[in-house]
């Protein structure tokens, strides 16, 4: 590039812009680009357009490599972005793993979809008994069902099916691999199935048990507490034992005390 300034390190100007706009975490304007090196360069002079020019240059560089990026201007400022060829397959890695994370109400409203579709989502709401519009974007969102058309019933509601992403979340090569409702059915109702289920039923009451008792446990520790803080302090006493034991003691300590004195007066 013509009249790319070096910098004492080697760095080149054009790369120091570069590094900026890949490093900010959201578009960053030329006006800023061009205050943080001519404050912090002496020998240098540029200005916003000096930025821009240099922005086109690294483009044509990018272009001419065939790299999947390039820097746009969004929001007053420049950042780096992919190119639009390059948006399906992002669309897979950053929806990866979305796919794996539904709620128990998209399961169950991505199966109605499966099983009927193309189904409107009226007839979605019916099967479901309640709105599933909330549910229905979401699972647009996650790339797992589309819009295939229009019904032809009064309103031409929106049809929805699943796409080739929900086949590949699934593992399956087609809709009609999909395990039909009366093999579900023989898998819950097998054997081993039904010690699973028990096996966990098991488990829910034994950590329910635990966090029960760890509950009691808790409770009577803070009424213990409870007690001690509020309990007055108690006066010491003495046992009749130990008041006689006093008296007898203090008695030979007079007799003893006596015989001094009788010897004395001999």
């Given amino acids: 590039m013509k009249n790319d300034y070096q910098f004492i390190d080697g760095s080149r100007l054009s790369t120091v812009i570069e590094a900026l706009i890949f490093a900010s975490d959201e578009p960053i304007s030329g006006s800023k680009i061009r205050d943080i090196i001519v404050e912090n360069e002496e020998q240098i002079e540029i200005t916003t357009e000096t930025v821009s020019d240099f922005v086109d240059k690294l483009n044509e560089r990018y272009d001419e490599n065939g790299l999947s990026f390039y820097i746009d ?9 992919t190119r639009s060829k390059y948006h399906y397959w992002l669309s897979i890695y ?6 794996r994370k539904l709620s ?33 974007r979401q699972l647009m969102e996650k790339a ?5 058309g229009r019904a032809d019933s009064p ?70 507490i409870l007690e001690e803080g509020n309990a007055a302090p108690e006066k010491e006493t003495i046992s009749e034992t130990e008041q006689e034991e006093d008296l007898d003691t203090e008695e030979e300590q007079n007799n003893e005390k006596d015989d001094d004195y009788s010897g004395e007066e001999e």
């Fill in 94 to 99: 950053q929806h990866e793993n979305a796919y």
């Fill in 104 to 136: 128990q109400s998209a399961i169950e409203s991505l199966a109605i979809v499966a099983y009927r579709q193309p189904i409107t989502k009226p007839e979605v709401d019916q099967i479901r008994g309640v709105d599933s519009g909330y549910i229905l």
């Fill in 73 to 81: 201007r969004l929001g007053g400022g420049y950042t780096f972005v």
């Fill in 155 to 224: 309103g031409k509601p929106l049809l929805y099916r699943t796409t080739k992403h929900f086949l590949r979340h699934f593992g399956i090569n087609s809709v009609s691999e999909l395990p039909k409702p009366r093999e579900i059915d023989e898998i819950l109702k097998d054997d081993d199935m039904a010690e699973h289920r028990q096996l966990l039923m098991e488990r829910q009451l034994m950590m329910e048990e635990l966090e029960d008792q760890d509950d009691e446990e808790i409770r009577e520790e803070l009424q213990s």
């Fill in 144 to 148: 797992l069902i589309e819009v295939s």
